[in-house]
DNA sequence: AATGAAAGGATTAAGCC
DNA sequence: GGCTTAATCCTTTCATT
């Protein structure tokens, strides 16, 4: 899937987009193609959602920054949601876990109600809450927790106390040593196998991995 | 300023950062040079802060999108602020003109308080509160009130009942007729001026503009 | 802002492991 | 399957008008 050449590769691209490949592979110290293949299956795997530039929208006198916060019911709240999603003054959208959904979104000072009954019908909305924002950032910056790894044996977050190993021709991670260990002894039977091959049923339940 | 021409520009890059100079170059009737000069005058000015990539990171299984609401004393949110900001694991930050930060971040689950601890020093922050973010999405997309054009003749942001006409070899933009007017008596007084030269004071106090 | 030449980068295909 | 190398083609840049 997802490994650390790609992470490293996504860092390059954050960082700006329009790094040449030509960089971007010195870098992950991959050819230029390989590179260009790897962005590709980044993009048709819809990690990477576009490419695209980020702006100072304060410079283009594009009205007032607004940040709404309505709730609605939980019966109303998916179309209200995908009805901000729609609207093309919306920038920032969030939906929390407890029916509330958030934006920003930039209005002519004179009609923000009006704008926000636009954008989101009032009749649907069960109460809102709108604030002047003063600075807005959006930083796809990787760095900390945010780009982790997925253990190769549960597909849990690989965090810092996990461990990182070769095993075959791959390099792989694991969040805990246990998945390391029942991992590597699942390796070492296929291998087996491999040598003496008789079929035999690995694992238990609905336990589901591959090599 | 900015022009028309600059903000087709600026609709290639964020539909697609990786457009080459050429595609646009043939969009907005220009050559590839002048794209390219365009763009360069765009990013020294700040108004692309850069290029960057827009990621799908819950494919990257990196813990629990949250959103934190904090206020601060007066005296503390700058600083506050400034933490949010630099802190690596934060994607989009909001300051409301009431002192309010909000911000989203990607934490392990089974630690979110101490992760927020670590952000903004909870010592400096009178009050906070955590949401659970189901989804987020972040559009640059360019549409509605989005984009503004300043009025040639008042710099106000022309809206909707704004007006635009062609004047000498330009499109203008104003943000209603009594500026279209104004600007087209003074343009029309430079153009007689042209052709009988005696140099006359034209327009009164400090109102500076340029053709 | 356009042109044309030179440099630099992307993409393709063939071949390797 | 994923990688590299080398050739081709396209894009960007720079000097000039």
Known sequence: MIDDTDIQILECLVEDARHSYTDIAEVVDLSPPAVSDRIDRLRESGVIRRFTVELDRSQLRDGV????????ST?????????VCDASSVEHTFMTADN???FSTRVRGDRIRAAIDDIVNFSRVDSYD?????TA?????IGGTEFALSCDECGNTVTDEGRSEQIGDNQRHFCCSSCLHRFRERYNRIEDDVDAPEK???????????L
């Open 130 to 134: 709108v604030s002047i924002i003063d």
């Open 137 to 141: 950032k959006w930083s796809p910056t």
């Open 200 to 210: 035999t049923t690995i694992g238990s339940d609905d336990d589901s991995w591959s």
């Open 75 to 83: 019966s109303a709240v998916d179309s209200v949601y995908s009805a």
């Open 100 to 102: 509330t959904v958030i």
């Open 65 to 72: 920054h607004v940040l709404v916060t309505l709730s609605a």
